[in-house]
């Protein structure tokens, strides 16, 4: 039922950032259950985005009020919030020293987490040029792979030079799913650190799928 924006594995449990105004939220959820264990609501106001989690804080964006908010781990309560730069805030995820968001262009955005300012930008492309709509994010052994939005490919990008070095396909992974719910594209990223496994799974999807690259 989840529109989700961003989505998280910490120390076995799920974390997921929904969108869409009055729905947005942090959900925190049981992986092998699925049981929601603990949420935090936005307002009404605010179009929740991406999410990450550095040094026992939440950090998450907000859709186009270039404005983020930090939470507590463990209670979920909001001890803070942020401006940012760019006109949208996506995907965000970190490379354990700095913030990292997308804004729906080929730049990635790297913030230090304490001052919250700009510390450099990344331009994501390939042997064709610039990647655009780079989306829900996940840092993984240095490099970033993104949700490339209304599609269903994630793109491998070196942290470094920001050239994409893999593409990798998940068109038709779903399968013919029937149902008279709404479904929304393909959207969300996470790897378990303790397994290397990788989650995908997508906006108001029924499933989340665990994968091995």
Do not use: C
């Not at 840092?139 to 990008?157: L, R």
Request: aromatic share 14%; no cysteine.
């Amino acid at each position: 039922k989840y529109y989700t924006e961003g989505l998280e594995i910490y120390n076995g449990f799920i974390y997921e950032s929904t969108g869409e105004n009055g729905t947005s939220g942090i959900f925190k959820s049981n992986l092998k259950t699925g049981q929601l264990l603990q949420s935090k609501n936005l307002d009404e106001q605010y179009f929740g985005e991406g999410i990450t989690i550095l040094n026992s804080k939440i950090y998450q964006l907000t859709y186009k009020e270039k404005k983020g908010f930090v939470y507590d781990l463990n209670t979920l309560e909001q001890t803070s919030d942020f401006t940012f730069d760019s006109e949208q805030g996506w995907g965000m995820t970190n490379d354990g020293k700095n913030l990292i968001m997308s804004d729906g262009t080929n730049v990635l955005t790297f913030i230090d987490p304490v001052s919250l300012k700009t510390v450099k930008k990344l331009q994501v492309a390939d042997n064709k040029g610039a990647i655009l709509y780079l989306n829900e994010l996940e840092y993984s052994g240095q490099f970033i792979y993104a949700n490339i939005y209304t599609t269903e490919n994630i793109v491998k990008i070196d942290v470094f030079s920001g050239k994409v070095v893999a593409v990798i396909d998940f068109q038709g992974i779903l399968g013919s799913y029937h149902t008279k719910e709404r479904i929304d594209v393909f959207n969300g990223i996470a790897i378990n650190k303790e397994t290397g496994k990788m989650y995908v799974t997508g906006k108001l999807w029924p499933k989340l799928f665990e994968i091995e690259l």
